[in-house]
């Protein structure tokens, strides 16, 4: 048996994975297990936890595969110092000797870390993201589109997949890149990059694409090849630590927009129209990418593609019959696809396909608990709780404390791989409630009141409930609500800079989870890929009518979403959620000893 070891870090959201014999096995970000929200520090908790679920020590495992070539990012970064025409001594003084002390030399370091001598190999990191997109898709072969912020020199790179390899067949170089290009506007919206470019996506159908017109006749040139250039001359992320500079805050009238102060039309304007040209790149690279493979399957990685907006756009335009996305697009899910590269492009391992269905087994990859291990760690807090086994009677208990209006905190079965909670660390609400947006968001998620929410929903279901063309398992794709379901409102009042009040505008018969533009970011479920949600939701529509859950991230914000039972409760006690669900174990926050919410923990994160 061939075990690798695939390992990201160093930059953002570290992450391990472990595949055997090309079979995805375990994988985990390093958030998870310490807390600190997109750690990037070596993954040692998520190795341990691979290895456990592998049942395999450092030793039995043949080769350990690195997500990156740092010796293609260090001579990026060197260049990029060299041709810039600005004194940037401070930069190289904090760049330089943090790169060294870490990527430089990451195979003895891997090894030292690990006190293991097997050989440890580096790819290259938009192989990484092609190879976890390609490899566990249901696609014998594919186009493949990869696009971020940055990875050694790539920003953007059409592959074609086809059995055991991954060819590369054109590449968009730094600094021309669209993630950062995004990134940009998101830091000149107020919030914070690597983590706010979804609020971004978020704001964005608030707004009107009005400065669409000035950012391409400014900012970004496209070809008819769907490439594209930036000009430099408006951005500061070559020469400072700023992504713009000041001639982009003298061309759209103003310094940036300080974090936690009121958004304004202008930011969902200027949000609207990035997210316009964002989706317009993205159909350009997905046009070339067809007449370079000819291919009617299209798959995507890279942070780019946790733009789910973008991706719903490109699934209605019908330029390719099938698409699949890596749920762990970002730098995390470069920790899978090293394996996955190494796995069978190295080592030669036949892929195992199956048609029907793809191999990241619902990016359920994470840490489950016993019984026992859930029953510790709540007897540890002297919390109240009902054990219930039966699964049926759980289910529906849990579905009547949603329709009676509660909200719910549920951890059930593996922890998910990759930034969504896809219902087995989520936040769960009835999603024909007006108020249940606004009440999560604000005494729950203690974050913006704009900001929407997921429906989860049965598969079978999804075509009565949604305009929806492809199956969407792991929440990556944006449609609109049918239009039988729709309600219909005046559209002066988005012209209020008031979110809450436009938030509270019911939109559908499920305004929980309707944007202001009758969209929604979809989850279908199934009964194979999590079988106690499944239940739930099925419960909840026997009881309502209604096949629909709000899903969100069991998480509050400055937080990474609960790996542990420890983590849940304590989440749980710090909020205004009024159930938690932990497997077995059903507990009432009015039961509960020291039950008012505590939010004075807030204070030591930074809100981003």
Known sequence: MINLLGISCFYHDSAAAIVQDGEIIAAAQEE???????DSTFPRNSINYCLEEAFLEPNELNAIIFYDNPIYSFDRLIKTFINSEKSIEDQWCKAIPRFLSSKFSIQSLIQDMLNI?????????HLSHAASAFFPSPFESAAILTVDGVGEWATTSISFGQDREVETLKEINFPHSLGLLYSAFTYYCGFKVNSGEYKLMGLAPYGNPVYVDMIYEHLVAIKSDGSFRLNMDFFGYLDSDYMTNQKFHQLFGGLPRKPETMIT?????????IQKVTEDIIKGLAKHAKELTGSDSLCLAGGVALNCVSNGILDNSKLFKNLWIQPAAGDAGGALGAALAASHMLFKIPRKLNINKD????????????????RAALDQYGAIYDVVDDAKERAFRIANAIKDGKIVGFMNGRMEFGPRALGSRSILGDPRREDTQAKMNLKIKYRESFRPFAPSILKSRANEWFDLNNDSPYMLLVTTISKDKRKSFNKKELSNNNLLNIVNIPKSTIPAVTHVDYSARIQTITIENNSEYFNLISAFESLTGCPVLVNTSFNVRGEPIVCSPDDAYKCFMRTEMDLLVVENCIMQKSHQPHNQPDDSWKDQYELD
Request: aromatic share 10%; glycine share 4%; charged share 25%.
């Open 32 to 38: 998870r297990f310490t807390r600190i929200k997109h």
């Open 117 to 125: 001598q097997i050989p440890v190999y580096v790819t290259r990191h």
């Open 265 to 273: 039309k202008k930011e969902m304007d200027l949000a609207s129209s």
């Open 359 to 374: 191999s990241q087994k619902g990016s359920l990859l994470g840490p489950s608990y016993s019984t026992y291990e859930v």
